[in-house]
């Protein structure tokens, strides 16, 4: 069997077993649960073997139709270095349109997306572990309601660059979100879900690295028999924090943008934690 063979279909609900056999070889986390949540807020295609196994899996998550980020590019092991993982791109790419593209790369993937206009604007390490001690609750932070929605969503909209309502809403509802108040009004916001080993902590949006750890801490208090992660940018000052916490740096990935980005300084506010590397 050659790639050349292999035949591309939307990626469907049936499909969901196959995909974590992927995911498992590979040695990603994901439950069939994060494969659901990534189906349901993505569109993407399945690589076919002529005799009916899926070797490979692409989504191109849409945040409106001006961008998107491209992730879960998966090739079987036994199908690599034949091309599939540039064709499933391709099929993904063209799902995305005239979209402004995000991934994160591997290093081994990072020949391949700079091959098709990705260019490197960023780097991102993940965070994960249980907590060394317990961290005490902020004061300015709480729970978030349903009437912070707009402005949670308004706050992502200027940190991220575009709107990524939908991936908020999914969130909500499968986890919990919450935020730093200040004057009556939302300086900030975090959120906290279930995912693969434990709970994953992101987005966290705020205008400074004090208000980025409150909002951490918040989800931090009372979870020390808890497996936690949090991937961030290396240029966020939150990393060292993390560490310090017991949560160990164990890895991460290069964020990459297609065209390239033409504005690399930071926004105001900021993304100090991604939803996931494959959401942003």
């Not at 992660?229 to 991460?252: C, E, I, N």
Request: proline share 3%.
């Amino acid at each position: 069997m050659t790639s050349d063979a292999a035949s591309f279909i939307a990626f469907s609900g049936e499909h969901l077993d196959a995909a974590m056999r992927l995911s498992q070889q590979v040695r990603w986390p994901h439950r069939r649960e994060d494969w659901q949540m990534a189906l349901a807020l993505s569109q993407g295609c399945v690589a076919v073997a002529a005799d009916g196994r899926v070797i490979g899996t692409v989504l191109m998550t849409p945040y409106g139709d001006d961008a998107g980020t491209i992730n879960m590019v998966i090739v079987d092991a036994a199908e690599r270095g034949r091309g599939l993982g540039r064709r499933l791109m391709q099929q993904a790419m063209t799902l995305a349109g005239d979209r402004r593209l995000q991934l994160v790369a591997t290093d081994d993937g990072l020949p391949l997306y700079q091959t098709l206009g990705f260019r490197r604007s960023g780097e991102i390490v993940q965070h994960q572990g249980h907590l060394a001690a317990a961290v005490a609750p902020p004061e300015a932070v709480r729970a978030a309601t349903f009437d912070d929605m707009a402005a949670m969503t308004a706050l992502d909209v200027a940190a991220f660059g575009s709107d990524r309502g939908a991936l908020i809403a999914h969130i909500a509802s499968l986890g919990a979100f919450a935020v730093l108040e200040r004057q009556g009004r939302a300086a900030g916001f975090a959120a906290q879900r279930r995912f693969g080993r434990g709970l994953v902590i992101g987005p966290v949006v705020a205008f400074d690295l004090d208000d980025a750890k409150a909002l951490v801490a918040h989800f931090l208090a009372g979870r020390q028999g808890d497996f936690i992660r949090v991937d961030t940018g290396v240029d966020t000052g939150l990393a060292p924090w993390l560490t310090s916490l017991g949560l160990a740096h164990v890895g991460g990935g290069i964020v990459m943008h297609r065209p390239a980005a033409d504005d690399t300084r930071r926004r105001t506010p900021t993304s100090f934690a991604l939803a996931s590397q494959a959401f942003g």
